[in-house]
């Protein structure tokens, strides 16, 4: 019962309730085919149309995409070589001398004009610092002693016992010969510099990058000094 205490579905005289579906009719099958295929034509119609349209706002959308893609990504000159002229390098470094051997962490930043390298100890407390600019080398030490000279090979020899091809290790590192002096390279199957001998050096490429393709690990000899160094990082400078 509702609440205005009427019945919401009334019964007939029998006391039954009428059925909630009314009984089927007859019907034309003839115009009811008729009608249901000039419907379905109406609706194949109708859903061309519309994805057409839909095609066509995909089309337009990608479009204006990608032409927003390319005003944003401005083109860059890239500079010759896997990393220019200058650059920033950190990585591992062992000295062996004679008898006597080192090892430590090594923090370079190389422009054409100038060098500005840190050697370390393993706990990354300065031994030295050599500079070079204006064709002058200054070596400080970790005691804060200062030397400088004209070249750094001669200076480091002089301060730390060896010396430091400061010269050629700008290309070295980058596996290439210096410009400008004589040298007999030997690739390996990738065509890349595995051995060269420059200038009384000999460097080993014991190892590249595979992303970047530059080297990773060295080996550099002459008499009795032996440098390994490990590069962990690789920057352009700017």
């Known amino acids: 019962m509702s609440p205005a205490g009427k019945n919401l579905y009334p019964t007939n005289k029998g006391g039954m309730h009428p059925p909630l579906v009314n009984p089927p009719r007859r019907c034309d099958v003839t115009a009811y085919r008729h009608h249901s295929s000039t419907a379905n034509i109406g609706w194949l119609q109708a859903f061309n149309r519309g994805f057409e ?17 390319c005003a944003a990504v401005p083109q860059k000159t890239l500079p010759p070589g896997p990393i220019g002229a200058a650059f920033y390098l950190s990585g591992r470094v062992s000295v062996k001398h004679g008898t006597e051997a080192a090892s430590g962490r090594i923090s370079w930043q190389h422009e054409p004009d100038s060098d ?6 393993p706990f990354g407390q300065g031994v030295a610092r ?12 970790s ?3 200062v030397y400088q ?11 730390l016992g060896w010396r430091l091809p400061l010269a050629g290790l700008p290309d070295w590192v980058r596996g290439r010969a210096a410009a400008g002096v004589p040298a007999q390279t030997r690739l390996d199957s990738a065509h890349r510099v595995a051995e060269l001998r420059q200038s009384g050096w000999v460097v080993e490429f014991l190892g ?10 060295l080996s ?3 008499d009795d000094t032996q440098i390994r160094m490990v590069i962990d990082q690789w920057r352009a400078v700017p």
């Open 149 to 159: 000279a004209r070249d750094v090979g001669d200076l480091t020899e002089q301060v």
């Open 53 to 69: 349209i839909f095609a066509m706002r995909c089309a337009f959308f990608w479009v204006c995409l990608l032409l927003a893609g």
């Open 220 to 222: 550099l000899s002459r």
């Open 130 to 141: 050599i500079v070079r600019r204006d064709g002058l080398v200054t070596l400080t030490t």
């Open 208 to 217: 590249y990058d595979n992303a970047s393709g530059l080297p990773s690990r």
């Open 143 to 145: 005691d804060q002693k």
């Open 116 to 121: 500005d390298l840190l050697l370390s100890n």
